[in-house]
């Protein structure tokens, strides 16, 4: 059984530390070896015109999520990069509700990692987008 | 609840009449509203060198099985195309299996379908790729 | 030949009505038939740990830089979306530096429109990133 | 500068030596530091009903010319195996005509090389396809 070597305390005190700048627009919600849940607190400098949510922050909120969820699997290794991210932008966030993203990750190799990513307007049934990542990850020690 | 509007003999019918040249490589496994499961039978005709199952036979199985996913829900539209496809090649099959695609339908619009695919060897737990498809499909009557 | 329906002052003024949220951020220096080019003026708020540009900011500039070069060639349709976007990550944008996005469409259809973008450190003539974007634009008159 | 580690011949030879299956399939045209061209000798095992050219033989043709072309610049490393495509299906072909392959490569590092190619049916000007794909390459001796 694969132990995680980072849990929801854990990752939160990465954010603040090593990502000061946008820590404060999530929150960590589940953390499992199934993956995590991850909320883009939705506030006024996510939106654009009409209410919903911009671009930018829906591939911010897929990336922090996915590269989280690494982590967990491998530990604070900061050098760990995206390389590859495929979106698809299903339908327009509901106005005033959080998003929440949900990870699921498909390899974990020696140098690559890849994963996908469902987000949801809190309490819809439906996605809102979903998000394919690849993340060049640095060497480990054995 | 959604009907489906093609059933597994529908779907067999329609892959002979329709795509004669390929419809011999595939077999119709599964047919839910979640989704349907598509075998790859993988000959000769299918590998590379080492036994490994080319790319191109990946991408034929994820575009088929994600397009047959659709039509159970629009009926046999056959102007429907691939406007897009993402994939990730995650391991190497294994070698004398046949692949099986797994389909995730998320979203039907009116005129975009968007769905994702998870290809296995058969037997084994962990995908040897994942492909995001989206389709342009032709206006429908009401 | 295809006359351009917006030009450079055109593109301007309806990124400071339509996206004032943004529209501080950019500079568009040149608008032509072949493509456009946009400029990200980079600030301390693009910026991720160690000067480098952050992948949203580099997300937002290729997803801007193409919404105008399609709108040049079809007026100021607000309703066209992005439907899928996949970037590539190739290098360390240079510190300090803005980036430059280059445009090029692929494919002006009635309801999509497909095109790519190289992104530029300022001076460098390797590119940081590249992005493919589809684009859903609303039935036109005439 | 950077000299061609293959030209014309070595890379004909490596097709027919690494890729019998395939080989005869394609015809390299033009090989230079910039990129080649690569073309799809379209034949009745190529096409979907209505005479249009299947979706797996164009990611074939992109896959091929993509890693030829990386083959140039690290010699006949057969290891290197391609790890994302993305595709953008933009025309349909032209019915009774070659397609080809024009790529473009944009980055190769260490162990990660990325291109993107355009596809046309000969002798039009608009692309039918673009690709942009990822490849892992084995270490490399010093």
């Known amino acids: 059984m694969t132990a995680l070597l980072m849990d929801?305390?854990?990752?939160?005190?990465?954010l603040d530390r090593d990502f000061p700048e946008?820590?404060?627009?999530?929150?960590?919600?589940?953390?499992?070896?199934?993956?995590?849940?991850?909320?883009?607190?939705?506030?006024?400098?996510?939106?654009?015109p009409g209410g919903t949510v911009s671009g930018p922050s829906i591939f911010a909120l897929a990336d922090v999520a996915m590269y989280l969820a690494i982590l967990t699997r491998i530990g604070p290794l900061?050098?760990?990069?995206?390389?590859n991210a495929a979106l698809d932008f299903l339908r327009k966030p509901a106005a005033g509700c959080d998003l929440l993203a949900e990870t699921r990750l498909l390899k974990l190799?020696?140098?690559?990692?890849?994963?996908?990513?469902?987000i949801y307007s809190e309490g819809m049934a439906k996605p809102v987008a979903r998000a394919g990542l690849t993340y060049s990850i640095p060497p480990r020690r054995g």
Not at 22 to 48: M, P, Q
Not at 109 to 118: F, M, Y
């Open 78 to 83: 900061a050098l760990t990069v995206t390389t």
């Open 22 to 48: 946008v820590s404060g627009d999530f929150a960590v919600e589940r953390v499992e070896e199934a993956g995590i849940t991850l909320r883009l607190k939705v506030d006024a400098r996510h939106l654009r």
């Open 109 to 118: 190799g020696r140098s690559l990692a890849v994963g996908d990513v469902l």
């Open 8 to 14: 929801r305390a854990d990752l939160v005190a990465f």
